[in-house]
């Protein structure tokens, strides 16, 4: 079973920046996707970002532009930068994993992930 342990949420006021990590004890897994949901309180877990293998992204639209997710290889570790943060962007932000069909994308839907983190708290004030 994948490990994900997510680290970089905190405080931050509106405007301001925070780059989230998630680090995947991927073993020998050659094939993933690896993302970040995230929910806040009264809604249900929102895709943000995902990120394959060969680093091929995509974006939740209301991300797009001020997010972006990368990763380092030889680190196993994806990271999610964030930028122009809104009050509305706070939450709980979960790293997520699966191993994808060969022909597929790493798709924005929670219910196509069965490894999650345990999430790391964003929090921004206006």
């Known amino acids: 079973q994948v490990r994900l342990k997510e680290s970089g949420g905190g405080s931050v006021q509106a405007g301001g920046s925070l780059t989230l990590s998630c680090a995947a004890s991927l073993g020998t897994i050659s094939t993933y996707c690896i993302g970040w949901f995230r929910q806040v309180p009264g809604k249900g877990r929102e895709g943000v970002a995902t990120?394959?293998?060969?680093?091929?992204?995509k974006y939740a639209d209301s991300m797009s532009g001020r997010f972006t997710i990368s990763q380092d290889t030889a680190k196993n570790t994806v990271y999610l930068q964030m930028n122009s943060l809104k009050p509305e962007d706070t939450g709980m932000y979960y790293c997520?994993?699966?191993?994808?069909?060969?022909?597929?994308?790493?798709?924005?839907?929670?219910?196509?992930?069965?490894?999650w983190g345990q999430g790391t708290q964003v929090t921004v004030s206006s």
């Open positions: 997520v994993f699966r191993v994808p069909a060969w022909w597929a994308s790493c798709s924005l839907n929670a219910v196509d992930y069965n490894s």
């Open positions: 990120i394959r293998n060969d680093a091929r992204t």
